[in-house]
């Protein structure tokens, strides 16, 4: 069990509570990598950086949980199709493999841009009123 972490240690690593973690795990966003009888969970490295990739989607992006599974199991999926891909004994079928992979990634895009233009909405909302208030602060 050398290298594994208990759930304390990654509440302490990542600053996540030990609800959090639980919660994470009973929508299918996280999976420890090791589940004892007793139900003690133990994690991986490569657990952490998934959290770390969960946290990078919510902070920088501001997507929901909903969206950050989506995100996380299409990236999965584009991953498997490209390694399937890789394996195909023919042209056709790696063809098959990689427009299954394109039409993920260009899903994922569009999740994403839609994310943006709404920040920039904001952007610009919070702008003009900047400047609304810049011309306040000079009629004054």
């Known amino acids: 069990m050398a290298g594994l972490l208990r759930i304390g240690d990654v509440v302490e690593r990542t600053g996540l ?64 199709l490209l390694l399937a891909a890789r394996r195909e004994p023919t042209p056709e079928s790696r063809r098959a493999d990689l427009e299954k992979a394109l039409a993920i990634a260009e899903d994922q895009l569009a999740l994403i841009r839609a994310r943006l233009k709404e920040m920039r909405a904001l952007e610009g909302r919070l702008a003009d009123e900047a400047q609304g208030l810049r011309d306040a602060l000079k009629a004054s």
């Open 17 to 80: 509570t030990h609800r959090a973690l639980h919660y994470y795990e009973e929508i299918g966003l996280l999976v420890p990598s090791v589940k004892l009888d007793g139900g003690m969970r133990l994690y991986t490295e490569e657990d952490l950086r998934r959290i770390d990739r969960i946290l990078e989607l919510r902070e920088l992006l501001g997507l929901s949980l909903k969206e950050i599974k989506r995100i996380l199991e299409a990236e999965e999926a584009r991953a498997s």
